[in-house]
């Protein structure tokens, strides 16, 4: 566990850096919504279990010192391999109990009580609870709930219900509808002075435990506590059913489709259609231009490779030099870029021969595969691109149709198709 | 409009043929929520609006005669195209007001009053009326409501809250929270008996018609009625958020991505291919297989071009045979499946010679890219995909790669890699 002074410099202006702060994400459910075996917070988006995701976006604030991850005694050595894995730091695994607020109690306890580690954390002085199957949490409405839970004792974010809230009666009736405008759905993160959270649980009842799902009531009930309620963000949402799968998915593909790093080899011919390259995909995506004379340890390549980018794309003359592109690899490798997200990786081969046909040995294409498939292993997904151009009068417009190709594969980031060669 | 006699056949058990049923789709919102300048029921889904989905839910129910559509004044001429695009039957378009409640009205209006179109439609015994943001409603939660409407007067889906509900004081802070297992959310399909909604909208104010959003609220504050609620499916869900969308779209891919025909030509090693792929295949889709002496004219093809299916494989030795294709082409055209979804036609060619090296002329690459790209306005996905076999003993290997692709392609549908060979 890092200690949490080391990253106190990372602490925005609105939590003062002298408020210890921990998250508990409580992970212990059994994911019936989905109606599949496995748990949604461990469900694979781009590869990587949706838990993982939830525990970066705490990560990220560099002022949580702790993060509490309660899952269910089964899934312990799972998410111990998720942790490792993925490389994250400052978290504790804490064994659930059987019911959500139960999970949240024993993952209270690490911060007062001996019996779930060997050592006692630090007690925070508020403690946020978050959902592990919200992934797309900001650090803004963390940051909120956490100064307001400071002031108020109690703090948690809302948002406008989607659908009308009805009660029915006895017999399967309606008996009346909400007035939508005065009622919030109450959504996650959430936040206490640990003392007001740890106090509610220690005095809520057997049935609060077994069948409350609602923190901000049991501050209420048992310390009198009226959190405040923040506003937030349409980001907030739960990962609930299968759909919210498949939109968390496109949402990820989403966000790794908005920068590209284009790295061209010196030759003229190939600057040229570098150069039209970029033109043609700068209204799409955001570009990081590199021009190398085949010296692939540039220190432009290396500080892409410690960035937010997770495509590149290398134009080079028709060769399908793998020695060059295991270069590359070894470099993203190192920078562990590929450990969280699939990288893509476009090799761009020019044809401007005049040969009239198309030619590709049997040979070079099976090793182009075979280096796909041991590079997918790492995570980085391979793709190449020949632009061919016999006529110098249709190279913008072929130039323009390996733009879409490169896009399509970028925002497809599709693991199927590695290898493969594709012709503009 | 087409007879409402003609289908009444298809009606199922649950509600009797003797009972006239409409549905008012409201479809005037402005989509904010969306945060784009697009309102969400016109964003495409695999190129169709959503609302077009949406109305093809209803009109796939035999039984509902008129499905009224109520649109804002300025999307009326897109909404009219939209109908003639895709073919729709029974619709009827309706000016909507400012708000929901106005829009919907307006609807009912047209059973009622002369002021909205040319002819007053038969009014119905009960009217449907459901969002045009929840294309994924089924013919069995319909039929539920429908008959509990007509038992009732007034009958309404609901679903499990996904979020506890609170209500906040006037400081913002929370003031009570309500038990999650006491309430549920009021979700669409509703249904009603025409007289009571209409005679609810006739009573209510003019705060209701600008405020109000629920009408089961309305049948029971005007009419006494209360509601019968009926549990519905997850598929319920409204798409209110971006994220909504990708979801959709995903479903709709995993919904075309069921069922594939596998078309070989006679000849003996495209059979014996053909043979090992379907084996490769049929775990994780079903397979209609049809062996072929090139005549394509075949009274099973043409039964798979009347079904529900929207991926075909068609597989004959190493020839870029465009002309093959094209009959294939003009079937599936001729049949309009491809209006409503995209079709996957998957070109599969066979090379089991000896050449060592992989050759194919720029002419012939450049032709099958134009005809792909001609076909893609006919709404058919056309991709190329060689299996090279040089070695006998890799055949399985290869065509489990082969198999491997496929399945990408289809569940992609990618519309940006039409015309690209790949190669297995």
Same mark, same amino acid.
């Given at each position: 566990?890092?200690?949490?002074?080391?990253?106190?410099? +990372?602490?925005?202006?609105? &939590?003062?850096?002298?408020?210890?702060? *921990? @998250?508990?994400?409580?992970?212990?459910? %059994?994911? !019936? /919504?989905?109606?599949?075996?496995?748990?949604?917070?461990?469900?694979?988006?781009?590869?990587?279990?949706?838990?993982?995701?939830?525990?970066?976006?705490?990560?990220?604030?560099?002022?949580?010192?702790?993060?509490?991850?309660?899952?269910?005694?089964?899934?312990?050595?799972?998410?111990?391999?998720?942790?490792?894995?993925?490389?994250?730091?400052?978290?504790?695994?804490?064994?659930?109990?059987?019911?959500?607020?139960?999970?949240?109690?024993?993952?209270?306890?690490?911060?007062?009580?001996?019996?779930?580690?060997?050592?006692?954390?630090?007690?925070?002085?508020?403690?946020?609870?978050?959902?592990?199957?919200?992934?797309?949490?900001?650090?803004?409405?963390?940051?909120?709930?956490?100064?307001?839970?400071?002031?108020?004792?109690?703090?948690? +974010?809302?948002?406008?219900? &989607?659908?009308?809230?009805?009660?029915? *009666? @006895?017999?399967?009736?309606?008996?009346? %509808?909400? !007035? /939508?405008?005065?009622?919030?759905?109450?959504?996650?993160?959430?936040?206490?002075?640990?003392?007001?959270?740890?106090?509610?649980?220690?005095?809520?009842?057997?049935?609060?435990?077994?069948?409350?799902?609602?923190?901000?009531?049991?501050?209420?009930?048992?310390?009198?506590?009226?959190?405040?309620?923040?506003?937030?963000?349409?980001?907030?949402?739960?990962?609930?059913?299968?759909?919210?799968?498949?939109?968390?998915?496109?949402?990820?593909?989403?966000?790794?489709?908005?920068?590209?790093?284009?790295?061209?080899?010196?030759?003229?011919?190939?600057?040229?259609?570098?150069?039209?390259?970029?033109?043609?995909?700068?209204?799409?995506?955001?570009?990081?231009?590199?021009?190398?004379?085949?010296?692939?340890?540039?220190?432009?390549?290396?500080?892409?490779?410690?960035?937010?980018?997770?495509?590149?794309?290398?134009?080079?003359?028709?060769?399908?030099?793998?020695?060059?592109?295991?270069?590359?690899?070894?470099?993203?490798?190192?920078?562990?870029?590929?450990?969280?997200?699939?990288?893509?990786?476009?090799?761009?081969?020019?044809?401007?021969?005049?040969?009239?046909?198309?030619?590709?040995?049997?040979?070079?294409?099976?090793?182009?595969?075979?280096?796909?498939?041991?590079?997918?292993?790492?995570?980085?997904?391979?793709?190449?691109?020949?632009?061919?151009?016999?006529?110098?009068?249709?190279?913008?417009?072929?130039?323009?149709?390996?733009?879409?190709?490169?896009?399509?594969?970028?925002?497809?980031?599709?693991?199927?198709?590695?290898?493969?060669?594709?012709?503009?």
């Amino acid at each position: 566990m890092e200690p949490s002074s080391g990253s106190r410099d +990372a602490r925005p202006a609105a &939590v003062p850096a002298a408020v210890p702060v *921990a @998250a508990v994400l409580p992970a212990g459910g %059994s994911g !019936e /919504r989905l109606g599949g075996a496995t748990p949604k917070q461990f469900c694979a988006v781009q590869g990587r279990p949706l838990i993982s995701y939830t525990v970066q976006a705490m990560e990220r604030v560099g002022w949580i010192s702790n993060i509490i991850v309660v899952v269910s005694p089964e899934n312990i050595e799972k998410m111990k391999s998720i942790i490792e894995k993925y490389g994250h730091k400052r978290v504790t695994i804490v064994k659930g109990g059987i019911t959500r607020h139960r999970s949240i109690f024993n993952g209270l306890k690490v911060f007062a009580e001996n019996q779930f580690s060997n050592h006692l954390l630090q007690k925070p002085e508020v403690v946020i609870i978050h959902d592990a199957v919200r992934p797309f949490v900001e650090e803004d409405i963390i940051s909120k709930v956490v100064m307001a839970a400071k002031e108020h004792g109690a703090a948690g +974010a809302i948002r406008p219900l &989607v659908s009308t809230v009805i009660a029915s *009666a @006895a017999d399967g009736c309606l008996d009346h %509808s909400l !007035e /939508r405008a005065r009622y919030r759905a109450s959504e996650m993160p959430q936040a206490f002075l640990f003392d007001i959270i740890y106090k509610a649980y220690q005095q809520c009842t057997d049935y609060d435990l077994d069948y409350g799902t609602e923190c901000l009531h049991l501050a209420l009930k048992y310390c009198k506590t009226n959190a405040k309620l923040v506003e937030g963000t349409a980001d907030l949402w739960k990962v609930t059913y299968k759909r919210d799968l498949y939109a968390a998915e496109s949402i990820i593909k989403d966000s790794l489709s908005q920068q590209v790093c284009v790295i061209t080899t010196g030759k003229e011919a190939v600057a040229q259609v570098g150069f039209l390259l970029q033109e043609s995909l700068k209204s799409q995506i955001t570009i990081e231009a590199i021009s190398l004379s085949l010296c692939i340890n540039d220190s432009h390549v290396q500080s892409s490779f410690t960035g937010q980018c997770y495509n590149f794309i290398c134009i080079n003359d028709n060769k399908y030099d793998i020695q060059e592109t295991q270069q590359l690899v070894d470099m993203l490798e190192k920078s562990n870029i590929p450990v969280l997200y699939p990288v893509v990786l476009v090799l761009v081969h020019l044809d401007i021969s005049e040969n009239i046909s198309f030619h590709v040995g049997v040979e070079e294409l099976t090793r182009i595969k075979k280096f796909a498939r041991d590079v997918k292993n790492k995570n980085i997904l391979v793709y190449s691109l020949l632009i061919q151009c016999k006529d110098h009068l249709l190279l913008q417009e072929t130039v323009n149709s390996a733009a879409v190709l490169i896009m399509a594969l970028i925002k497809d980031r599709n693991p199927e198709l590695t290898g493969q060669l594709l012709v503009a």
